[in-house]
């Protein structure tokens, strides 16, 4: 709060704002955020870090990671990223050991009780190679009330195919009920969410 105050800015959405149009980089708020922390444990024992709740309106504030397509039900962690400002990372992130490496760029994170909105994820799905695969697999995502935003066939032989579904949910639960529907089909040998 007190670097908010410094600044003049009313709240941290003003500051995460500022962050994403460009007008600070995350790197000289990091900075300063370091300076005031490291005056105030001089002062203190412990200090406890207010944790930042993501309710859905943040787009464009906050951005959420490719690598791991985090959505609503997933333990997350915040990353300040030049340029990008804050990141959202699943916690199981193939990147989180290398975040990990820079501790004062990690931010405390959570998903609010009341999130909205749709969030992006990868679905690796095993087919049979078979006619008529794809529309099936595809009407079981639609029959979960989710958006396909991109299919690519990923590995192909006689027998099977791969192919990764970039669909849109609300939440875990939401892609758990897409997961299933198509895990039901008989023409599918897995479903794994991407990456892992």
């Avoid at 959420?64 to 915040?78: K, L, Q, R, S, T």
Wanted: net charge negative; charged share 25%; with cysteine.
């Amino acid at each position: 709060t007190r670097y908010l105050e410094d600044n003049k800015l009313r709240a941290l959405e003003d500051l995460l704002a500022d962050i994403a149009l460009g007008n600070r980089t995350a790197d000289q708020v990091a900075r300063s955020l370091l300076q005031l922390h490291d005056e105030a444990v001089a002062g203190f024992h412990a200090h406890a870090v207010e944790k930042i709740l993501i309710t859905g309106a943040e787009r464009g504030v906050l951005s959420f990671g490719n690598c791991c397509h985090p959505v609503p039900g997933d333990e997350i962690m915040g990353y300040l990223s030049a340029g990008k400002g804050i990141v959202v990372h699943r916690l199981e992130c193939p990147n989180m050991a290398e975040f990990r490496k820079s501790p004062e760029r990690c931010v405390e994170i959570a998903w609010d009780t009341s999130v909205s909105g749709d969030y992006r994820v990868e679905l690796r799905i095993i087919v049979a190679n078979k006619p008529g695969v794809l529309a099936q697999v595809a009407a079981a995502v639609a029959q979960a009330n989710s958006n396909i935003e991109n299919v690519e066939y990923k590995e192909r032989d006689l027998m099977s195919a791969t192919l990764l579904f970039t669909i849109e949910v609300t939440s875990r639960k939401h892609l758990a009920d897409v997961m299933r529907g198509v895990r039901r089909l008989a023409v599918v040998n897995a479903v794994y969410r991407h990456p892992v």
